[in-house]
């Protein structure tokens, strides 16, 4: 049960648009459609942002948005903002009846 | 407002059991299309599903950890807990319960700092 694996950390400017990669396996984002992303502030508990690939939870801006190419999901972000820096990660259901995490990305907005 | 809360002693020695209990008010852990999870979080590195259960008390485990863990469930009391054995320096963490619904967490609880230390 390996890790998914994010880029340590992406940044960009207020206003631009950054995609944030989330790669699995066969057993785990290539096989379902279940992968989710979380945003996570320092000392805070993560919060869900993206569930089932590209679903919003009520509140969550439509700024965000989510996709999937085989083992490859991603995060989108766009109009980014001050308060979007923070700490993300993927995660996804496995065959194992399981959930991995991705090790997380460290969003910098310069 | 569904809330959990995490409770347990912060500091367990090395090769004891860690426990910890969650609590949950505003909803019923007997919910059908609900299971309780148990996440972890290094200090400054990243999140790791420790495990969950359902109210049947049904579980699933992270295979790397399965033979140090379990969790289990008590519906009279609205709660569920684990259990982690024969613990090391590496088991220091934040430790977080949440609901998930389809593999995905949308409640946390705010975590309890864990530390392993004689």
């Known amino acids: 049960q390996s890790a998914l694996t994010q880029p340590a950390s992406v940044s960009g400017s207020p206003g631009q648009s950054i995609t944030i990669s989330c790669t699995g396996t066969s057993s785990d984002v290539g096989y379902y459609n279940y992968v989710f992303w979380y945003q996570q502030y320092p000392g805070k508990a993560p919060k869900l942002m993206i569930y089932?690939?590209?679903n919003r939870p009520s509140g969550v801006s439509n700024r965000f948005s989510g996709s999937k190419s085989g083992n490859t999901a991603s995060l989108t972000i766009s109009g980014l903002q001050a308060e979007d820096e923070a700490d993300y990660y993927c995660s996804s259901h496995t065959t194992s009846d399981t959930v991995v995490f991705g090790g997380g990305t460290k969003l910098t907005v310069l | 407002q569904l809330q959990l809360q995490e409770s347990g002693p912060g500091l367990v020695k090395p090769s004891e059991t860690l426990s910890l209990t969650c609590t949950v008010s505003g909803g019923s852990i007997t919910s059908s299309s609900h299971h309780w999870a148990w996440i972890r979080q290094p200090p400054g590195k990243g999140l790791e599903w420790i495990g969950s259960?359902?109210?049947?008390?049904?579980?699933y485990y992270n295979l790397s950890l399965k033979s140090r863990i379990i969790i289990s469930v008590d519906t009279s009391k609205n709660q569920f807990s684990l259990k982690l054995s024969s613990v090391t320096a590496t088991d220091t963490a934040m430790y977080y319960c949440?609901?998930?619904?389809?593999?995905?967490?949308?409640?946390w609880g705010q975590g309890t700092l864990v530390t392993v230390s004689s």
């Open positions: 089932d690939v590209n």
């Open positions: 259960i359902y109210y049947s008390g049904k579980t």
């Open positions: 949440a609901r998930e619904e389809s593999s995905r967490a949308d409640y």
